[in-house]
């Protein structure tokens, strides 16, 4: 009788300790942005970016993302949608898990010293 109520105590401090030292994974998020001509959103499954150009208005648009790599590097990149107004375009990545992704989407204005029209940064999580 004493081994089997051992036998029970050991595995039962070690299912405890396995799962005290378990992280877990946080759950993905996704993000919407939108500016008059262009949205997009970031979709935490799969880790995709899909851009769309809502105006004929001949402009391009734009999607600028920044992911923080686990060793603290930063990525930044532009994605430009090339088939033109009414389609939208999706990429896909693959971030870390939990990794926090920043995203805008932009109309790119071609007159210099005109900014371009942005959406503010939205977030998401990989």
């Known amino acids: 009788m004493k081994k089997a109520i051992h036998a029970a105590l050991v595995g039962a401090t070690a299912a405890a300790l396995t799962m005290a030292g378990m992280s877990t994974a946080q759950a993905g998020e996704d993000g919407y942005a939108s500016a008059p001509g262009v949205s997009g959103k970031f979709t935490s499954y799969g880790d995709k970016f ?20 686990k060793d603290g590097s930063l990525q930044e990149e532009r994605h430009y949608l090339a088939t033109g107004w009414d389609t939208c375009t999706t990429w896909d990545h693959d971030f870390g898990e939990g990794r926090l992704v920043l995203f805008q989407v932009c109309v790119d204005n071609p007159v210099v010293g005109v ?7 939205k977030r998401g999580i990989a």
Request: aromatic share 22%; glycine share 0%; with cysteine.
């Open 50 to 69: 899909t851009l769309c150009d809502d105006a004929y208005d001949l402009m391009q648009v734009y999607l600028d993302y920044r992911y923080w790599r």
């Open 115 to 121: 900014p371009d029209l942005c959406s503010t940064w």
